[in-house]
């Protein structure tokens, strides 16, 4: 439970399909003058070098953002893209932005962040690397997305990104969801999942778009990083999405298609 670190697979393809979509969702959520609420469960470090010795051990980063083919997929004002360059320059050129950070540079003084990380060496680098004013909660994250829906401010984004090293999150996953949107029925929820050759995440889905209907799952292919490696592909199941995200979807899953 308590083992996981992102450092590993920061910046692969899915994180490229994850963070380039949530970029988007923030992007657009933030033309309006209006506050909005960040809350993500399973937040990390937040910023990873992408050449220290536990990414290079498993070069996920190389198969995606550091590849510069999969970088060209994205133009320089694409939020993403703005992102990454605002955490080279502050960080250094090996450096990439994790989610938390994503957010942080992408919203604005009005707007309010709740970022949970369980790990205790993840959220104290998480407490180091966030701006004075966003809050990290050393907690489970669903107990805290729980206790602060409905947000205020209403609007916003609850991103739930687990590890999926306890199985179990495949099945109650669903049962958590339903109630968040029950008590937060304008937020958009983003629920990322590892597409795995056993299919682990099939019935969890299947589930999901059978309480959301109007929801959207984009899911893209990828070839494994490595031999053995059980990822092939990246799923993102979002409820109440933000106009435009559609046309991203569209524009990344022809992206994917082409690494064949």
Known sequence: ?????????????????????????????????????????HAGRAVYNLVSDEAVKTGEARQGIQNPDIAAWFAPDHPYSHVIAQTRQTHGDTFYPGSPKIAETLLRNIDTLHLAELHPQESHALQIAMGDGV?????????????????????????????????????????????IAKKWNVGTILLWYPVLKDGGYAQMVKMLSRQFPDAVDHRVAFPPAREGHRMVGSGMFCINPTYGLHSEMDRLSKKFASLG
Do not use: W
């Open 135 to 179: 809050k990290v909660y050393q907690k489970d994250g669903f107990a805290m997305a729980q206790s602060l829906c409905p947000p205020t401010p209403r609007r916003g984004v609850l991103l739930i990104d687990p590890s999926y090293e306890i199985k179990s999150d495949y099945s109650t996953l669903p049962t958590f969801i339903a109630q």
């Open 1 to 41: 439970m308590l083992s996981y670190q992102h450092i590993y697979h920061a910046g692969n393809l899915a994180d490229v399909h994850k963070h380039a979509l949530l970029a988007c969702v923030l992007s657009y959520l933030t033309r309006k003058d209006k506050p909005i609420s960040y809350l993500e469960t």
